[in-house]
């Protein structure tokens, strides 16, 4: 069954003491292209990142994002400057003998000091990230890929009603075709009949120009071109593989097919049903936009 391009799936994984956090989003597009965004330490894994997605994924543009966390160990630790704590420890007792006054600095006074502690990112174990990104992501794939197949479920059976629409509307076409042959024989009866007064007209004229306007206005090879697109098209909404490329290529080929039988149509009535193959068709294109 098809897929959807859209989707959201979210993954935890965790290999020692790294756990990371992954959300993918997806929407629509040509290709697949993967745009990782990641903390700066976990920049050597990028490549590994993007290709594990692309093996989960063969079409769209996903936003995958990943967050390293821990439960048994902060992600920082605190650093002291103690050269510069040196400096304001020498100064301040400088300033008190010259004062007179008692020094009684402390720890905690010195804590309070702007940019004497600062906090640095703890060191990545770089083995553990790499097997805890790999669970992550598998996860987030699998979560991604069941949302993708329950909306691609929605899109076929939408896709599959519209085309019923579409095939239908064809057979109404093809069954008014003979209709209009007779209607034209009919009026040019009439019509010559006006202009002879009364002078009898040959038949085998008369069935030679009602030939030539059958044959102008004959859609049996489009519609025979219809039906087989409609086929193809059903066996691409049954398909495992991606379909969304030949999804679009037929439905630029059913549109084609459906403008040469209106332009070659002479009855309202056939023109009133070519212009709903159109709409229906147009239904039908955007809908294949969502399709991988």
Known sequence: MILSMTGFGAGRGRSGEEQIAVEIRAVNHKFCEVKPR??????????????????????????????????????FTPKVDLALAREYVAALKQAGDQLGLVQNLGVAELSQI????????RGLDLEAARAAVKLALAEALNALRAMREREGQSLAEDLTKRLATVRQMAQQVGALCPASVEEYRTRLEQRIAELSRGIPVEPQRLAQEVALFADRVDVAEEL????A???????LVASEEPAGRRMDFLVQEMHREVNTIGSK???????????GMKAEIERVREQVQNVE
């Open 38 to 75: 990641f903390p700066s330490e976990l920049v050597p894994l990028e490549g590994e990142i993007v290709r594990q997605v692309k093996e989960g994924v063969r079409r769209g543009a996903l936003d995958v994002t990943l967050r390293r966390g821990g439960e048994t160990r902060s992600l």
């Open 114 to 121: 702007e940019g004497l502690v600062s906090l640095e990112s």
């Open 224 to 227: 025979t071109r219809l039906s």
């Open 229 to 235: 697109h409609f086929e193809a098209f059903e066996r």
């Open 265 to 275: 149509s002479q009855g309202a009535q056939i023109a009133e049903i070519v212009v």
